[in-house]
């Protein structure tokens, strides 16, 4: 199973909007609903932001939002903020009952 | 609250084994599927493996599969990672996570532990 593909950075200024993509296959991001973003900061464990495509968390703040279309997932995080600086991982159901995380995301915060 | 606790980490030599804990406290273990996920220094994360809330079902990562076994003890609260026959490329931090919904398998990692080491090196 081949790692779904993000983008390795994404940058952007206090308060703007970034999206990072996941792009995989029909038989994960495509064929489900089972897609999920992480975050991570380093030395850290990964925290959830968004599962079932676009659904948050309870406690994960409403700048974070996510949308799928076709093999392709996206997490936007709108009002940039200094603290959103970290790696951001997909992840997706596969039609092999396993799971495939993405190549993660480094977002900087100029 | 939520709190997984892994250990059993170390360094070990190429070919031999390691079982890997993973206390849970904070809810109802046996209610929720388990995973194991892991992630080489430097690297992104890689899943590894999944149990039922009730160990029936078990399915694994290709780059595992025969050489891991996940089981759980719903009346210790604990879920475990045996690992034999180790490689260079097992070397990770290995996070256990937990379900976001009960009885259920969709890889929603609601949960994660501090992680714990393993270095394979000989």
């Known amino acids: 199973q081949s790692a779904l593909t993000q983008p390795a950075s994404v940058s952007g200024s206090p308060g703007q909007s970034i999206t990072i993509s996941c792009t995989g296959t029909?038989?994960?991001?495509?064929?489900?609903?089972?897609v999920s973003w992480f975050q991570q900061h380093p030395g850290k464990a990964p925290k959830l932001m968004i599962y079932?495509?676009?659904d948050r968390p309870s406690g994960v703040s409403n700048r974070f939002s996510g949308s799928k279309s076709g093999n392709t997932a996206s997490l936007t995080i709108s009002g940039l903020q200094a603290e959103d600086e970290a790696d951001y991982y997909c992840?997706?159901?596969?039609?092999?009952?396993?799971?495939?995380f993405g190549t993660g995301t480094k977002v900087t915060v100029l | 609250q939520v709190q997984l606790v892994e250990s059993g980490g170390g360094v070990v030599q190429p070919g031999r084994s390691l079982r890997l804990s993973c206390a849970a406290s904070?809810?109802?273990?046996?209610?929720?599927?388990m995973h194991w996920v892991r992630q080489a220094p430097g690297e992104g994360l890689e899943w590894v493996a999944v149990?039922?809330?009730?160990?029936?079902?078990?399915y694994y990562a290709d780059s595992v599969k025969g050489r891991f076994t996940i089981s759980r003890d719903n009346s210790k609260n604990t879920l475990y990672l045996q690992m034999n026959s180790l490689t260079v490329e097992d070397t990770a931090v290995y996070y256990c996570?937990?379900?976001?919904?009960?009885?259920?398998?969709?890889?929603?990692?609601?949960?994660w532990g501090q992680g714990t080491l393993v270095a394979v090196s000989s």
């Open positions: 029909s038989s994960d991001v495509g064929g489900y609903h089972y």
């Open positions: 149990i039922s809330y009730d160990g029936s079902n078990k």
């Open positions: 992840s997706s159901y596969t039609s092999s009952n396993t799971y495939v």
């Open positions: 904070g809810f109802t273990f046996r209610s929720y599927a």
């Open positions: 996570a937990r379900e976001g919904i009960r009885w259920r398998i969709v890889g929603y990692f609601e949960y």
């Open positions: 079932e495509v676009n």
